[in-house]
């Protein structure tokens, strides 16, 4: 007996239903993205492992998936190495490539390999799977798309403020009301680190901070402490733990804490024009709030980040993220080209609809009419119209076997075609057509002027 087929856990295969619910999501943020000035590029789907290698920091590389290389890969391996059993050392000889782990460290690569041929600055998007070697679980996958935009080659902070607004255009015409973006500077993150003598320990601080609403107060101070963060440092930050008020009456204390530090100051003034602008513009169905504890745990971030939470009816985690990153060309070689940008996670905002059943009904819709088989003169008849509807953009099929009209019949019912057109020599005689609606049961001889309109 055949081995039964299974795929790799954290992937998904997809219904047409599906399929056709992520497009809708697709076809919004696309035309979002082109509505703000955004130009897609894409990349290939694996990359030489020193381009992603050492740019998300410990805990990303381990996520990366590498490939080994072609042909006999442990030809080249160090004996002694692969003798100790040093999986870490023995990677590096025998796998040169990896699939990528997320869209924007391929897109600086981009950059630098076509900066002649770019004009800046420069709008890019970019909707692409990447693949990360993660525990699966509820809206965690292993293989994902990523949909996202970025700007390189201005330092403007109006970019951060058109960021907030994309994000908002998109998420109300998806109809997520209530999704929150939370932004935060991480000059404010070193400014913090700084005023309570930790600031060796800042990749440390943000990355356990950044775990607050996932293992809670207790949970992050124990990981501060383990990282040698001390007790009297994690004493004076106490109060980022409850930080509440409106972004204003936040950014105020902001600065009361931060005064000290000339680069939190900064991080303070640049949060304060982002919100003010993005505050006085005006937001539709989308709320912004200022979260200090939102580290994020990517290296390459510079100035703002963001990330978008869902309405809070559902429990799920962030949807989008992203953030402004000075420095990420220039481990390319390419220096000063500033850069910032958004993502939207696909697969968690399709969960976020689906929960809160917000998927139009139309979006699943199949063909409108399927035209039953009664024989090959029939079918020649039949075939001359749907030729037609189709050209009129109508969707119609043709039942492909003359079998018993019972199964094509039943056929129509398990895909939901709304109606069925029965073409037998009366309907040939008469250049008719009998259009019969399978919800009521009512059906009508038209011709194929009415037949068209029935079916519009």
């Known amino acids: 007996m055949a081995h039964k087929p299974s795929i790799p856990k954290g992937t998904r295969d997809f219904s047409p239903a599906e399929v056709s619910k992520r497009n809708y ?93 770019i004009e800046f600055p420069f709008k890019r998007y970019q909707i692409q799977p990447v693949w990360r070697a993660d525990r699966p679980q509820k809206g965690r996958f292993r293989e994902f798309f990523q949909c996202d935009a970025d700007v390189v080659g201005s330092k403007s902070l109006w970019q951060e403020v058109e960021l907030v607004q994309l994000y908002d255009s998109v998420f109300t015409e998806l109809g997520l009301e209530g999704a929150t973006i939370k932004i935060n500077n991480r000059k404010i993150l070193s400014g913090i680190a700084e005023v309570i003598g930790a600031k060796d320990k800042l990749i440390d601080f943000t990355v356990a901070l950044d775990k607050l609403d996932k293992i809670g107060e207790d949970g992050v101070k124990k990981e501060m402490i383990e ?104 481990i390319f070689g390419l220096k000063d080209m500033s850069g910032v940008g958004i993502s939207f996670g696909l697969d968690r905002i399709y969960l976020v609809i689906e929960e809160l059943d917000l998927f139009p009904k139309t979006v699943t819709s199949t063909s409108k009419a399927l035209f039953l088989n009664y024989g090959e003169k029939e079918v020649f008849y039949a075939m001359q119209a749907i030729t037609k509807l189709r050209k009129f953009g109508i969707k119609v099929e043709l039942y492909p076997d003359n079998v018993k009209v019972a199964k094509q019949f039943q056929h129509a019912d398990k895909r939901e075609i709304p109606f069925a057109v029965i073409v037998g020599e009366t309907e040939m005689s008469e250049g008719k057509f009998t259009l019969k609606n399978l919800l009521s049961g009512e059906q009508f001889s038209l011709d194929f002027e009415d037949l068209k309109a029935a079916l519009l």
């Open 25 to 117: 999501i697709l076809s919004i943020i696309k035309s979002n993205f082109e509505k703000f000035g955004f130009q897609p590029i894409e990349t290939p789907s694996f990359e030489n492992s020193e381009t992603l290698m050492g740019k998300y920091g410990e805990e990303g590389d381990r996520l990366i998936f590498k490939i080994l290389n072609s042909g006999d890969y442990l030809a080249k391996a160090d004996a002694v190495i692969l003798e100790n059993k040093e999986s870490n050392k023995l990677t590096l000889s025998i796998s040169e490539k990896a699939l990528r782990y997320d869209l924007t460290v391929p897109f600086a690569r981009y950059v630098v390999q076509h900066q002649s041929e």
């Open 227 to 330: 990282k040698g963060i001390s007790e009297a440092a994690i004493e004076k930050v106490q109060p980022l733990f409850n930080f509440t008020g409106t972004i204003s009456e936040k950014i105020s204390k902001l600065s009361t804490l931060l005064a000290a530090s000339e680069e939190g100051m900064k991080g303070v003034e640049e949060l304060r024009f982002i919100c003010d602008n993005v505050t006085n513009l005006g937001l539709n169905k989308v709320i912004l709030d200022l979260d200090v504890t939102l580290a994020r745990g990517l290296n390459y971030y510079t100035g703002a980040i963001f990330e978008v939470a869902p309405p809070k009816q559902v429990a799920m985690g962030s949807i989008g993220g992203g953030g402004r990153y000075d420095d990420l060309t220039g």
